[in-house]
């Protein structure tokens, strides 16, 4: 199957969607590289580059070095400086023979525009067995802090959040949003701040009360 894109133009009022394949025409192109891994799921987390509005793309680096055999991917990346990103990134560790994973969130850092990436930490675990964790999202605060959150897919099943006062070089205690999902289906967060300094956290979920799959918001003080 041949990935394809769509661009919007003028606010969305004109779209297209050529392929992904780096033919000439109007749209996207991009260019990656490919590499098969020794890994349960065959994902792994890179930066690419654009430098035209995104008409373009260039490969630019892998995230995550050796060992590749562990899964990287939805990376949640910011800026904290003009040279500085830091990249959350959801993460899985198959055992041999097809048992149990294990399932985290770790923290990378590039300090030249994500030419090169380096470990940092890891932020958190979102599953001790084969449901897979889930992705982070990572927001810079106003007050210099970094925030991530997600959803944790081990009991008590819910949506958590840790933060970080040193640009992610550690984490602070583990905060339970809330923990009254019915199945570990759930997670898949989206976090913003509000002028007042709360944190919006969105994300899909379900209760024994609301047993049908649903999008709720969790507004809290960080």
Known sequence: ?????????????????????????????????SQELPAGIQDRAFAIRT??????????????????????????TIRVSPDSL?????????????????NFIDAYRSRDNGRNWEFMSRVAYTSLDSHNGNP??????????LCVTYGYRD???????????????????EISLRGDGRTWDLGYTRSVQRRDGKIVTIYYFTTDERPEQHIAATIWAP
């Not at 050529?18 to 000439?24: D, M, T, V």
């Not at 490969?59 to 060992?67: A, E, K, N, Q, Y």
């Not at 982070?136 to 802090?145: N, Q």
Request: hydrophobic share 30%.
């Open 136 to 145: 982070p999202s990572l927001v810079h605060l106003r007050d210099g802090r």
């Open 86 to 102: 830091i990249s959350a990134l959801r993460r899985r560790l198959d055992f041999p023979g097809g048992g149990n994973s294990v």
């Open 155 to 173: 009991l008590p099943l819910g949506i958590r959040a840790r933060l970080s006062s040193d640009e992610g070089e550690s984490w602070g205690p």
């Open 1 to 33: 199957m041949t990935p394809s894109a769509t661009v919007g133009r003028r606010h969305g009022a004109a779209l297209s969607g050529p392929p992904l394949s780096g033919s000439p025409g109007p749209g996207i192109r991009l260019r990656l590289e």
């Open 51 to 76: 430098d035209d509005g995104g008409k373009t793309f260039e490969f630019v680096s892998w995230i995550t070095g050796d060992p590749i055999e562990i899964r990287s991917v939805m990376p949640s």
